[in-house]
């Protein structure tokens, strides 16, 4: 099982990007999956993050200027970022909850992509 994260770039202040993650390989079904970031010296923090049947939750930081959704049939999330600041710059990191093929739920962590928002 794997979880591919793209979308990080180089922009800035008040410009949008987007972030998809695909999971892929052998498991059952997936159930939350989101979004953590970690700045330099930073622990890392929960941007958003979303349930299998649509619940959400979001930073404080962001809310407002994110978006989170999902594809259930393509195990892939999206975070949408509007209005883009410096504060936002930081690795992103997929994860999510999978359901494994031996009955268990395992969290899983995709690689980083780095988003670097300048003023």
């Known amino acids: 099982v794997q979880l591919v994260a793209s979308g990080g770039g180089l922009l800035q202040a008040f410009g949008s990007l987007r972030l998809s993650c695909t999971a892929s390989?052998?498991?059952?079904?997936?159930?939350?999956m989101g979004w953590y970031r970690q700045a330099p010296v930073k622990q890392p923090d929960l941007v958003s993050r979303i349930s299998r049947i649509g619940i959400t939750d979001y930073a404080d930081s962001v809310k407002g200027r994110f978006t989170i959704s999902r594809d259930s049939a393509k195990n892939t999330v999206y975070l949408q970022m509007n209005s883009l600041k410096p504060e936002d710059t930081a690795d992103y990191y997929c994860?999510?909850?999978?359901?494994?093929?031996?009955?268990?739920?395992?969290?899983?962590w995709g690689q980083g992509t780095q988003v670097t928002v300048s003023s």
């Open positions: 994860n999510a909850d999978l359901l494994t093929t031996d009955y268990k739920f395992t969290n899983y």
């Open positions: 390989g052998w498991f059952l079904s997936s159930y939350y």
